[in-house]
């Protein structure tokens, strides 16, 4: 039996998480399943939980400038429907789990889970994204890629919370989510792939690709992305094979109960391929 | 022309069940309710040397082999009684029962679990097939871990092979399924009025009251089954019930105290039967014209860890090894393997799935090796009224394939589809023959089972029938009711039909096998018959009517040979598909259907059942991958034992060919598991069409199909 606290503002869930060692708990869909029990009796959770999901500061999505400041409290769902949600966010989004989870599901929740195979997380990777984390009188933004290190493991301190993600409004003008499920609704990924690019006067501007399931951690190269950056579609053409065999030295996926090895990075780079010939360069016609 | 029987009723349940109203075993609350959880194995084979426990509280019980009477025995009565309530100093497989605890808090059972340390000394375990057959860690099972074996010969095939040009070969496995029916086994055991009573999910209530009739040590009527609103079973609480029940028993029958025993998703998945895994070699000798001379068939299937009713499975998929083709020479083998996986048992179509997925794959990989399509290949083999079957006796049913593929040619379009997808490298289309034998096998219900059901008239214008088959979500409660209906003249909702209950209904035997329609349905409606000849002897009027076998039809069990089923239901169903290139996932863009199940009894619950079937064994063909690791199910979450959801098939499109059996009520005949046979071996030709190389194995996922375009 753990000690459980419902904290009226965020000031006094700082303060709690100082005080204690606790799990913070907002749509609790991963951690609920995660520490479940017999029917009928308390989950095991091995330290006590910290209920943050009413938190009014957490609450609500807001544009500000050119970013998104999604709380730490808003839903799957709320970010879904969240009008200047960037394409390949939202795509992902609504490839997770059921409505009534994304009902309850929070995105910061789903990236503090940092499972390798969390879709929102390939995405926010691909949007640059950040996190915001807040502990009794100091806070600090964290891009989302370091903010993750390892399958479940993420920089988070005992005495902070995550209070919001922000996500730089792509400028992208092509932008793909391709998820690959053990079944086409309601389904863990096998891998996942996000790719944004800005296009602009015929060459590319900007890019990024993202990996997610084929590694301990979503794969991205900023490396491998500025070979990119000013190339004409001609030379993204010829360069198809190569850029490829640049990203399979870096997909290094393993066999579990949901696929292969394998097939997940035959796939990956197929989805690459597919993507630099169909919507790169096709978009830049 | 529809039948008036077959004109769609509200199913009687239908509201309970929408609305949430119904209750199931868990909703149920007794008074001093115990909670008890399963102190399992740990290891898949060892045996045990030790077992240490904390100090139990007051009022908190550790229950095991020790707590059976002196009168009865640690075996359960399944076909086979191998099966221990608890174990006997070895464990033959992971999760196998060794001791109940019991107690009022489920925190403090839990504990107590926690504290109990089981010493064993391992042995090397056997998993697979291959494994168990080359008896690895030595025989688990007398001297060559095979349970049982038969062969079964038509004609002369060792000549036919002598004789043959080419001979064509393959292998075929299927693999572990789980039923994952929606509420998950459990049940509550009570002491009222000095009888021990259990109250349970289940579809056999008989088979559960034998089993802790021998397990306590008293005559069967001494011991209470009362099956409960059951959430979804096929097949899954057929005879695994038993498993749960008897420790169950043990522990009312030493407390005289209500205990709950009721498994949680993971637990379930994890430790229930799943359908027997199978592999399946298949050669067939052709002449120079490509016809073909003989076949020999080789089955094996995975018993798991004890023998229960393996063997009626394994027979079941044998008198289906032919499928439904008449083949001249024929040896169809089938041996049961014992190994250290959870024991394999009942699940919708009981053996046949796996014999006709076989069958119906190598006939299709036969048919191109002979230059043909599948279909013209298949159709010059289509047995017909008065062949002989594999059983060596005639095919007594009138057989009308060749209406139901105009019916399927004419709604899928195959024929010209198949021609047009044989150099698409994107597409595919595939077609399956199927029949399923009604009822159970050979003397089954004459010898063992002899089924009697009872009608009451219980007012003005309303009758009672008892029987003890179950609803479990099929319709039987509304179908039965209709046909009890009919003869009557009373309205379907005239009739009361309660959950079973085993001191009030006669043994009309278990909801299994495609009968309870079939074979039950038409005593009822012969028993109904009875009692309208008597309806004005007024209310209270009692008719009982007991089974006879269908004149005309012989049987040897010894030999396996004679009328192996009373009658067959037949099926086809073609599939279509479209590959994505660029991850290899199939999407199955066309389902269409055609069955003979007799009459249908009732058009909406058919078309559930055809629904349910075919997408059942879709996720069968395609996506519920379920491995062994290390003695455990690898998949055993519901997010990874993934079963299709509605987005993942197209609607299926089905048509009834009518045919009706004159020993089914209103000419019904078998149809629950018909509807499950066909679809995978339709979606592995389609798939085997498109990527143009053979297919050996279900599921076929998509990282299979990258394997085969390598």
Known sequence: ???????????????????????????????????????????????????????????????????????????????AAFPDTPKVLRDAVLSIAAPGIRNIATLAGNICNASPAGDSICALYALDASVVLQRTGSERTVPVMKFITGPGKTVLEGDELVTAVIVLLEKANISIFKKVGTRKANALSKLSFSAVAEVKGGVIDGIAL????????????????KKCIGKKRSEIESNIEEIVRDYSTMIVPIDDQRSSAEYRKQVALNLLRNFLTEELAGGMR | ??????????????????????????????????????????????????????????????????????????????????WHVFAEGEVRYIGETIALVVGPDKEKVLQLLSEIRVSYKEEEPAYTIAEGLACKGGPLFGDDNIYGEYNLVKGNPEEAFKNAVKVVEGTYKTGFQEHLYMEPQGMVGTWEEGKLTIYASAQCPFYIRKSVAGVIGVDEKNIRIKQVTTGGAFGGKEHFPDVIATPLAVAVHKLKQPVELVFDRIEDISFTCKRHPSEITIKTALDKNNTILGMDIDTRINGGGYESSTLIVLQRALLHGLGVYNIPNAHVRGRAVATNTFPSDAYRGFGAPQGLFAIELHMSQVAREAGMLPADFKRKYFIKTGDMTVTNTTMKDVVKLEEMFKAADDMSDYSRKVKEYE??????????FVNHGGGFTGNGEQEIIKSVVKMKRTGEKKAALYVSNVEMGQGLQTVLRKIAAQELGLDYTDIDYDNPDTDIVPDSGPTVASRSTMVVGYLIQECAKKLKTRWDEGIGTETEHHYVHPPGLVWNQDTLQGDAYPSYGWGLNVVEVEMDPVTFEIKTTGIWTVFDVGIPMDDTIMAGQVSGGVIQALGYASMEKCEVLDGRFRQHTMADYVIPTSVDFPEVKNVFIENPYAYGPSGAKGAGELVFDAAAPAYADAVQQLTGRNIYEIPVTPEMVMGALK
């Not at chain 2, 490298?425 to 595939?430: A, D, E, M, S």
């Open chain 1, 1 to 79: 039996m753990v000690d459980s606290y419902k904290p009226a503002t965020l000031k006094e869930a700082l303060a709690l998480r100082k005080q204690h060692d606790l799990i913070p708990l907002a749509g609790g869909t991963d951690l609920m399943v995660k520490y479940q029990s017999w029917s009928g009796t308390l989950p095991r959770f091995p330290k006590g939980a910290l209920f943050i999901s009413r938190l009014p500061e957490l609450k609500g999505i807001e544009k500000r400038g050119e970013s998104l400041i999604i709380g730490a409290g808003a839903t799957l769902s709320d970010v």
């Open chain 1, 210 to 225: 993202a990996f997610g399931a084929v590694g301990p951690t979503v794969v991205r190269s900023v490396e491998l992305e």
């Open chain 2, 1 to 82: 022309m529809s039948n008036k029987i077959s004109t769609a009723v509200r199913r009687v349940d239908a509201v309970e069940k929408a609305s949430g109203r119904a209750r199931y075993i868990s909703d149920y609350e007794f008074k001093g309710l115990l909670y008890a959880r399963v102190l399992r194995s740990e290891k898949p084979r060892a045996k045990i040397t030790g077992i240490s426990k904390p100090d139990f509280p007051e009022g908190y019980y550790y229950i095991d082999g020790k707590d059976i009477p002196s009168e009865g025995r640690n075996n359960i009565q399944m076909i086979k009684d191998d």
């Open chain 2, 423 to 432: 150099h698409d490298p994107l597409k595919g289309i595939g077609i399956s």
